[in-house]
């Protein structure tokens, strides 16, 4: 079985998997798993962080993008609403891609990069 590694900008890539798990613990349900799964697959590295939310989340997932704004439009939490705009930018600069899924209160975010051999 051969190693597979994704040449990435290390302190970069730390700042996105803090932010994730930083999100994780602030807005998880409490008294409930989170779950984070990493495979390779076609050249690529799939990183999969999920979550229940505390919080009802907005039916537009790609505003979660946008900086300034937050899945929980109350805003009973700290926070600039720039992580996930910043996370992805960074993703992006990686030639990767960061994407949000929400079904209920499900929360799941995927990252994938690409491996070299």
Known sequence: MADNFALVDGQKIWRVFDHLIGNILKYSLGNTRVYNSMKTAGGQAVITFKNVTKYELGDN?????????????????????????????IIDLHD???????????????????TIY
């Open 96 to 114: 990767g891609a960061l994407d949000i899924e929400v079904d209920g209160d499900l929360f799941k975010v995927t990252v994938v990069l690409d």
């Open 61 to 89: 997932v790609d505003e979660m993008f946008e900086r300034f704004k937050r899945g929980d439009r109350s805003r009973h939490t700290e926070g600039s609403g720039l992580g996930l705009a910043i996370a992805k930018s």
